[in-house]
C-alpha cells in the first residue's frame, strides 16, 4: 500500500484553538450580494438583505462565515468588481452604517464576514484614473500601465484579456493604449508603483479597521506581470480547458507574461502582513488552477502569504473518482507543512454543480465538499441544489457577454430562491424590476419547501454542516486516501484526529457498486437517505450515493494504524 497523504503531515494538528485560526474549523457562504436578498425592494440584492438573512445562515443553515461579494461603489459593469470609490458603499447596495450594523449582527451571532478587497483594477470611472488618464505627465499617470504602440502602429503587445479581445485599449487624447485584463472599463492598476501599493494597502486597513473579518482577494494572481510586457506564446489549437468559461479569444494563448510574475509573491506578502495588524483577520486568495506546487507557493515562505489559496483546479476537474483522487493528492502532497486548504466546488463565475453533475451527483458533491480536510466555501443556493436559469438575451446584465461576446455568467447568478412569495422572496419589487429573474423552478426550489422536507438537498447540506461543525475528525482531522481496492466509480477518504475517525465512500456514477471498508461503523449520513445502522467490511452503494461513515472505535483495519 501506498503512504496516505495526510494533511498538514508532520505539522502541529490543526486546532480552531490556535489563535488566528479560525477559519480552519469554519465553513463559509459566498452570499454573491446581488442575487441574495432585496432588502429594500428595489430588485437588488443589499447588504440589508444579507441581515435579514443572517438568521438562516446561522440557526438554519449553520454556517460561520459569509464572503459578500463586492458592494463597493461602482458603474456595476462587472457586478461591482469594477470600483470606482473602495472607500464608499455603492447606493444600491446600501450605506457605510448598514454595512456597520451588519457587522455588528452577524459578530452577535458569531458569524465573521469577508468582504471583497479588489486590487488588480478599478472602474474607468475611478477618480484615479480619470487623474491618470488626463495627460501624459499627471502625477497619476504612472498608478495604470500605459504604452505606446510599436513602432509599426501595431498593439503593445498580443495578450488577451479575460473578457475578449487585445488588454489595451487606445485612449486619444494622449494617443497611449492602457491595460485592461478584463473589461475595457476596468484598467489595470499598476502594482509596480509603490504609491499604489500604498494606497491600496491603506484600503485593506479601511475595511478590516472597521471591522471585516477576512478579505477574499480578487485576482490575486494578476497583480504583477512581466515588466517587459512580453508576449504570451499562442496555445494548440484544441488545448483550451472545456471548464475554464472565460471568453474564446482568452484560450487562444498560454498566459505566461500577463500573470503569475514570480514578483507576485513579494505582494502577497506585504498585503499579508497589513492583515496581521488585524488579529484573526483571514486572506483568502482568487488565483487561477495552475500546478500545485505553484499554488502551494502562494501560502508564502513561512506561510507568510495568503491564508487559504483557492484551489481552482477542483472546479476544473471532471467528475471522475480517479482524476478527482490525482487533483487532492496533488493537493494535499504539496500543501506546505501547517498549511490548512479551502475547497469550493462552485462560484458565482461557473457553471452550477447541479447543472455540472445533474442533482444526484450535486448531492455527492455536498459530501464531498463538506468532508474534506479543507475549509468548505458553498455557493449560495447550491445547499438548494439550484441550477443555472437560463437568462434570456434581453435580461441578461454580465458585461462580459452582452459587450464583448464571452460565456454569460447570469444563468448562474440568479436570485436566491426563498420561498413561494412574490419573486420566490427574494424581493418585493415589481418581477420587472428585478436584476436577472428568479429561476423557473422556484415554486419547487425554495428554502421552505425543503425545509419541510427531511430528503431535500437543504436537509442534507443541514445534517453535514451540523455534522462537520461538531465531528472532530471532519473538522480538522487528517486526511487518507483508502487504497483502491474501491471499484474506479468510488473516491473514498477517512478523516481522522486523535479522538475519532470517519470514512467517506462517493459513488460517483449512478450504478451500484460495493467497496471494501478498512473499518466498520455506521453510516450516518447518506444522500439517498440509506442510513444503515452498521457496515461490514463490504459496504454495497447505491447509484449516486455518498456515505459517511462513523468507525467505531477499535474497529479500524487500516494497516496504518
Ligand atoms: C474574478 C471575479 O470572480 C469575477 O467575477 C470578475 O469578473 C473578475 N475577477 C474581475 O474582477
Redesign the pocket.
Known sequence: MTRPMSAGAGAAPPSDSVAGAWWRGAVIYECHLPSFRDGNGDGVGDLQGLIDSLGYLSDILGVDAVWTGPFYASPLL??G??VSDYLQVEPVFGTLEIFDRLLTEAHARGIKIIVDY?P??TSDQHPWFLESRSSLTNPRRDWYVWRDSKPDGSLPNNWTS?AGGSVWELDPPTGQYYLHS?LKE?PDLNWRNPQVRDALFEVLRYWLGRGADGVRI??AHMLMKDPELRDNPEVAAGAHNPYDLQHPDFGTQIHLYDRRHPDTHQVMTQIRAIVDEYPDAVTIA?IEAMPWADWAAYYGADLGGMHLPFPFRLIETPWRADLLRAELEGLYAALPTGAWPIVALG???RMRLATRLGPAQARVAAVLLLTLAATPCLLYGDELGMADQPVPLSQQRDY?ATATGGVS?DPTRTPMPWNNDVNAGFSTADPAQLWLPTAHDAAEINVDSQLAEPASSLSLYQTLVRLRGTADALRHGDITFLPCACPPSVLAYERRSESHSMVIALNLTSEPTSVTLPSTGSVVVSTTGACRGSTGATLHLGADEGVVIEVKEGMHSHEDH
Open positions: 462587472d457586478q468588481f469594477d479588489i488588480s483594477h479575460e478584463h476596468q480578487d485576482v482568487e462560484n458565482h463565475d462580459f455568467r
